[in-house]
């Protein structure tokens, strides 16, 4: 594997006001002596106040470090404002973030999918071309894609090896495709490329669209929180922190062209640990009540309704991570329950003032 020395040079972060972005952007700031460009489009498809929110945390880390940090509101399915956000900042690593998420979104809302997913994550590959073709700084892109790809796949834990050619959303097919793409631009013009599968990212100032978050905001209210497949699923829960701990030990160390086959690799980024949802909503109905954000007497099971599994959902997520162990020395590892008592405590100090 390749060193790629950080110090001085520009590291390209989309999807920056996102919540795994923002968290990144943070702990890039503290870690490196690096020049840091954020962007994104900053669309509605959830709270744009949120977005706003995290930038401002991402300013307030900025100015208590000596790292350089620069912010564009530019999307990457914006083709010639991708080119001049390339030729002005010229980065040495990109980590593409930016995407449209959510896997029950797919169904009722393609469009974004393909305009990201698909056009976006292609001219940010012919921008990393075109930077390595000129000579410029162009070093290393790292992108992420997702648990989602591994579909219905019954054998677990899931590994980066594992046939996953039977996506069941369209954002799994899209995420997918964005491997197959990375695999062919890194074979074709030697890029150093490495995609990143996460599993169900939780944290503060996350995504109002999961599962989590969205519980919080109805407990809150008053109102029941639908669980589906009967609470009969386990998700590889992962704290945002050892995601972006992954990312930046990542981006530090490329995949090299060999004789098996191009510079390019594959990880997962899980607990490794699947937890039944019945008990992550028990954890967090316990965090929410000790941060304050429910009331002490809170019933819970009064406040849950068992519903059959929805389209495109998976009953079962679980990482092997071993190849991210033998190759970077790292696996996730936060507790649930200091996860979940670190959203509980932002929750509080963001929604209920
Ligand atoms: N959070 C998870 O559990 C999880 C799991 C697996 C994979 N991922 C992937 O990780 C990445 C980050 O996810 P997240 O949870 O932070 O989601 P997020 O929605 O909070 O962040 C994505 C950001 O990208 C921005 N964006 C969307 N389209 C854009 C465009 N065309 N140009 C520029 N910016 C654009 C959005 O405004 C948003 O701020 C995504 O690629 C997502 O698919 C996330």
Redesign the pocket.
């Known amino acids: 594997m390749k060193k790629i020395e950080l110090k001085g040079k520009t590291i390209l972060v989309?999807?920056a006001?996102?919540?795994?972005?923002a968290h990144l952007v943070m702990r890039l700031l503290k870690e490196e002596e690096a020049r840091i460009v954020g962007?994104?489009?900053?669309?509605d498809?959830?709270d744009v106040e949120l977005?706003k929110h995290r930038l401002e945390l991402v300013a307030d880390t900025a100015e208590k470090t000596s790292s350089a940090w620069i912010f564009e509101e530019?999307?990457?399915?914006d083709r010639d404002g991708l080119r001049k956000i390339f030729d002005t900042y010229d980065p040495a690593v990109v980590v593409n973030?930016?995407?449209?998420?959510g896997v029950r979104y797919s169904i009722s809302h393609p469009d974004?999918y393909i305009?990201?997913n698909i056009n976006?994550f292609y001219y940010i590959l012919e921008e990393c071309r075109r930077s390595k073709t000129e000579g410029r700084g162009f070093e290393y892109l790292v992108y992420?894609?997702?648990?989602?790809v591994y579909g219905d796949n019954s054998e677990i834990p899931y590994k980066v090896e594992d046939p996953v050619d039977k996506p069941v959303s369209l954002y799994a097919a899209t995420?997918k495709s964005n491997e197959l793409m990375a695999h062919a631009y890194s074979k074709l013009y030697g890029l150093p490329v490495c995609g990143l599968?996460?599993?169900?990212?939780?944290g503060p100032a996350g995504?109002p669209d999961?599962a989590y978050f969205g519980f919080t905001d109805k407990l809150i209210a008053g109102k029941t929180i639908d669980i589906f497949n009967y609470g009969n699923c386990k998700r590889d829960f992962t704290y945002v922190d050892d995601v972006t701990k992954g990312v930046s030990l990542v981006i530090k160390k490329a995949p090299e062209e060999s004789e098996a086959g191009p510079a390019y690799a594959l990880y997962n980024i899980g607990n490794s640990s699947p937890v039944d949802l019945m008990e992550f909503i028990e954890i967090l109905g316990e965090e929410l009540i000790k941060a304050g954000v429910l009331p002490e007497d809170f019933d819970m099971k009064a406040h849950e309704r068992l519903l059959p599994m929805q389209p495109g959902d998976v009953p079962v997520t679980y990482a092997d991570t071993s190849a991210l162990q033998r190759d970077y020395g790292y696996s996730p590892s936060t507790d649930l329950r200091k996860g979940l008592s670190e959203f509980a405590g932002w929750y509080k100090r963001y929604y209920c003032k």
């Open positions: 989309t999807g006001a996102g919540f795994i972005g962007i994104d489009d900053l669309n498809y959830y977005k530019a999307s990457i399915s973030l930016a995407a449209q998420a974004p305009e990201t976006g992420a894609s997702s648990s989602s995420k599968r996460f599993f169900t990212v939780y995504r999961m």
